[in-house]
């Protein structure tokens, strides 16, 4: 009888606002050496997507084409897949999962587990109040968005959050999008389909102020805090983080 073939797990990586799928490099380089195969989508207005403008239909489209393309043949049957997303990414990560809680096999959101609607002044109101003064810049806050970038985890953060480009023009209508959202809606949509689900959190991330709400309307879900981590926990704590991930795919591989 010949041996069972490991069904390997597959990610989606969604990005957060201002950056592109670069962001997601040290995860996407650990992810691909543990032999997982690796979507990451840019969101419109972001990355290879600037210029065009940022709605949540599209948005929702781009995760969609990522899943369906890791379900391809041609990566050799089928195989668990893992939807992962950080701050804007997660949010959205959130309502695709509540949509289509059919088409994944597991929620990673990162950096928002805080609903938009309650927490205005730390989450809404902040990015679009940030944004509106970085464009009042000589240079749009790039240079500033790069100096938090080197604080947070050094040359390589700062490369990586930029590499693909600086997608503020679509930030404004990012936080409109993500100010209608219901994330706890959907994970209870989540909860009922009975999708693992796994939030990831910096220790001194804003954004984090209601994961234990979160987790309870997706069912119980894990929660993880990253020690010392601010909100862009994943180039914060690259190798902590890419650890993470291996061993939700190594757990959900069958």
């Known amino acids: 009888m ?5 069904r390997k797990a597959r990610f989606v990586l969604v990005h957060g606002l201002y950056t592109s799928r670069t962001m997601w490099r040290p995860q996407h380089i650990a992810l691909r ?8 989508p840019d969101l419109p207005g972001h990355g290879k997507r600037i210029g065009e403008p940022f709605d949540l239909e599209h948005a929702i ?6 899943v369906r393309g890791l379900r391809s043949p041609r990566l050799g049957g089928p195989g668990p897949v893992i939807l992962v997303g950080l701050s804007l990414g997660g949010y959205l990560a959130m309502e695709y999962a509540g949509r289509h809680p059919d088409r994944i096999d597991g929620l990673i959101p990162m950096a928002c587990s805080t609903r938009p609607s309650s927490y205005r002044a730390l989450g809404v109101t902040m990015y679009r109040g940030l944004t509106n003064a ?26 990586a959050f930029l590499a693909g480009g600086y997608g503020i023009d679509a930030a404004l209508d990012a936080v409109a999008v993500v100010a209608e959202l219901d994330p706890l809606a959907s994970l209870r949509v989540v909860a009922e389909a009975r999708l693992p689900t796994w939030f990831v ?3 001194l991330d804003q954004m984090r102020l209601e994961q234990r709400v979160f987790a ?34 190594r757990a959900a591989s069958w």
Request: net charge positive.
């Open 134 to 159: 970085l464009n009042r810049l000589p240079d749009r806050g790039l240079s500033v968005d790069l100096a938090v970038q080197r604080l947070v985890g050094g040359k390589p953060a700062a490369r």
């Open 61 to 66: 489209a781009a995760i969609d084409e990522a």
């Open 201 to 203: 959190n910096g220790e």
């Open 216 to 249: 309870e309307a997706a069912g119980g879900a894990w929660r993880t805090l990253v020690p010392g981590a601010p909100h862009m926990v994943n180039l914060a704590a690259p190798r902590t983080v890419s650890r993470l991930l291996v061993m939700a795919g």
């Open 33 to 40: 050496e543990a032999g997982f195969a690796v979507a990451i």
């Open 2 to 6: 010949s041996a069972r073939r490991e």
